[in-house]
């Protein structure tokens, strides 16, 4: 399985959210620790089940002090057509160079024909900056173990 392993430090970047909004991951430590989401595409099923869920829990991770952030390698108006179409309140990011996908060394070469998407992932991070829960997926239908991911979290609370 690719990806970071628990106990290494996160990669810091910096992603667009927005035209001119920018969102950087040691800022967002700074409040409490992420919930880091990748995902391949938006509007594709699953990747709308999974942010969905995400969605639908996020005031469970905001009372334990965690933030959500969703990247994938899609524009930012892709991003905010998504969101508004399925009310998602928590930022989506752009990877649009791809670089990020890279450092965290979850990259599918070719997913149906998309060439170096964000494989399936979810990556709770400290506010350390430090990975305490990796969980990467090579299959891009199956979903997270969301379970897994929240009790990550709570263990930090």
């Known amino acids: 399985m690719a990806g970071l392993e628990i106990g290494s430090e996160a990669p810091d970047f910096t992603l667009l959210e927005a035209p001119g909004k920018k969102v950087t991951l040691s800022e967002e430590l700074k409040k409490g620790p992420v919930v880091l989401v990748f995902y391949p595409a938006d509007f594709t ?10 969605r639908d829990a996020l005031a469970e991770y905001n009372d334990i002090g965690a933030n959500v952030l969703g990247v ?4 930012i108006f892709s991003h905010k057509a998504f969101k508004e179409a399925n009310d998602i309140q928590f930022p989506l990011l752009s990877d649009w160079e791809k670089n990020v996908i890279k450092a965290y060394d979850i990259v599918y070469d070719n997913l149906a024909g998309m060439k170096n998407v ?8 400290d506010v350390d900056q430090t990975i305490v829960y990796a969980w990467v997926s090579e299959d891009p239908g199956k979903l997270p173990p969301f379970d897994e991911v929240k009790m990550a979290v709570e263990k930090l609370a």
């Open 72 to 75: 994938s390698v899609d524009g």
């Open 45 to 54: 099923s699953v990747c709308q089940e999974e942010l969905c869920t995400f």
């Open 118 to 125: 964000a494989k399936r992932s979810v990556f709770v991070i």
